[in-house]
């Protein structure tokens, strides 16, 4: 009973360039291990409810915080896998859309994939566009390419490490994502309920929704500025961080039980 009491808290976290330092090779991305037992210390309370939110489809990220209880989202929250096996994902109208404008994007999308050094990686519910390995001499093409991608309608596009991610379907950001668990899990926040860490422009879009909520918002590294939100360099230093903010909301959920159990 004294548990209930407490303060209960939501907490968001991206997995790549957030828990996961960014490598070459994005096959390649595992869990920085100080961010491996913050999510076991979080997981541990009663208080505390955790996910992982990432653009990298479900079934691709599920593996990587392999966590009993935690919440993981693909496709950038449109696709949820909740703990007892139960997942949730987008409706007909939505499939219908995403292959509209699959089907749309194809052209164009080959002719980006033709610029020698970038990458094209299909996600599912979004396409992730990686330059990180193409020709300087590439740039005026390459820009101009991704100018006429920004301006295709029916799409969002987001910036991130030498990456673009293109959102196929309407309420793909990780706003709408958060929104859409908050309702999956029935989540009453209330004022510091929240927490969200992440590195890039979709995550900014989360960031500002939590902050809206007043909820608690960390930027890793310097990729985007968002007003009001806590800054660390890095998975480790976010850990720390972490760690160091649970351990006073417990400590001050402790304090709360106790005063109503001498009451």
């Not at 994007?105 to 980006?112: H, V």
């Not at 991704?146 to 990456?163: M, S």
């Not at 668990?181 to 510091?192: A, E, G, H, S, T």
Request: proline content about 5%; hydrophobic content about 40%.
């Amino acid at each position: 009973m004294n548990y209930i009491l407490g303060r209960r808290r939501l907490w968001v976290f991206d997995f790549d360039g957030t828990l996961s330092r960014i490598v070459p090779d994005r096959h390649d991305a595992v869990l920085d291990p100080g961010c491996e037992k913050m999510l076991h210390i979080l997981q541990g309370s009663p208080w505390n409810r955790v996910a992982v939110i990432s653009s990298r489809a479900l079934d691709d990220v599920v593996p990587r915080v392999p966590f009993p209880g935690l919440i993981v989202g693909g496709g950038s929250g449109l696709e949820w896998a909740l703990p007892g096996g139960f997942r949730a994902s987008p409706d007909r109208d939505e499939q219908e859309l995403l292959e509209a404008n699959r089907k749309s994007l194809r052209s164009l999308l080959r002719e980006i994939a033709a610029v020698p050094g970038v990458e094209v990686e299909d996600k599912g519910w979004s396409v992730a566009v990686h330059y990180r390995n193409a020709s300087p001499r590439s740039f005026r093409r390459r820009t101009s390419l991704l100018q006429r991608l920004r301006n295709c309608p029916g799409i969002k596009v987001y910036r991130g490490h030498e990456v673009v991610e293109v959102q196929l379907v309407r309420g793909g950001s990780k706003a709408a994502g958060l929104r859409r668990l908050c309702r999956l899990i029935d989540w009453k926040y209330f004022p510091d309920s929240l927490y969200y860490a992440g590195d890039d422009e979709n995550d900014a879009t989360a960031m500002k929704w939590v902050l809206r909520h007043s909820g608690t918002a960390v930027v890793v590294g310097n990729r985007i500025a968002v007003p009001r939100a806590l800054c660390v360099e890095s998975p480790a230093e976010l850990a720390s961080v972490v760690r160091s903010f649970s351990r006073t909301v417990a400590g001050e959920n402790r304090m709360q039980a106790d005063r109503v159990a001498c009451g």
